[in-house]
């Protein structure tokens, strides 16, 4: 059985995650989505709500037989190894995310050499988007409809309304 393991911050997810999880999950047996916890980068939104989020949205895109989401601490080849995943899904967006993802994938590969790095390149719809932009525009009330899938967006609003930014 093919499994891989998609990790990220997804802070929040967004419609290029999507459309990873969506591809990715053609290649595999078993995607596994791996919400980071441990992150030294201070996330906006809890690991709950990440992981909430994307149920959401593998719930709506009838995705649950084959896709699950776990949250997980630590180094992520460990994670992905308690997984049995063969492979580390990661979506390359522009020739900016090229270095880091190369040496994350070189580092995972000398750490673990049984596990590889599959890349994704991202649509190019979906090549300027990043969770950082979606949560700068909703800070300041803008439009986000586009670029998150739809059922986490009042969500979204709601947690900066709630921290006082809109
Ligand atoms: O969505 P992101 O923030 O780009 O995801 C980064 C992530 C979660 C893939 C990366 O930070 C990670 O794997 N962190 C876990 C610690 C680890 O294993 N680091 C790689 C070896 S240095």
Same mark, same amino acid.
């Given at each position: 059985?093919? *499994?891989?393991? /998609?990790? $990220?911050?997804?802070?929040?997810?967004? !419609?290029?995650?999507?459309? =990873? =999880?969506?591809r990715a999950s053609k290649?595999?047996?078993?995607?596994?989505? $791996?919400? !980071?916890?441990? *992150? %030294?980068?201070?996330? *906006?939104?809890?690991?709950?709500?990440r992981v909430r989020f994307l149920?959401?949205?593998?719930?709506?895109?009838?995705?649950?037989?084959?896709?699950k989401v776990? %949250?997980?601490n630590g180094l992520l080849v460990d994670f992905a190894k308690a997984q049995n995943a063969s492979f580390i899904?990661? $979506?390359?967006?522009?020739?900016?995310?090229?270095? /880091?993802?190369l040496q994350l994938a070189q580092t995972n590969h000398k750490l673990v050499p049984e596990i590889d790095t599959i890349f994704f390149t991202t649509r !190019?719809?979906?090549? /300027?988007?990043s969770s950082s932009t979606v949560r700068e525009i909703a800070s300041f009330g803008g439009d986000i409809k586009q670029f998150v899938p739809e059922c986490i967006v009042q969500s979204v609003y709601d947690k900066y309304k709630a921290? $006082? %930014?809109?």
């Open positions: 059985m093919k *499994i891989g393991v /998609y990790p $990220g911050s997804f802070d929040p997810i967004t !419609l290029g995650h999507l459309d =990873i =999880i969506i290649l595999v047996d078993h995607l596994v989505i $791996g919400v !980071l916890t441990n *992150i %030294s980068k201070k996330t *906006i939104f809890t690991v709950e709500e149920n959401w949205v593998i719930k709506e895109n009838n995705l649950e037989s084959k896709v776990e %949250s997980f899904v990661r $979506g390359l967006r522009a020739v900016t995310d090229f270095d /880091y993802e !190019l719809e979906y090549s /300027y988007l921290i $006082g %930014s809109v």
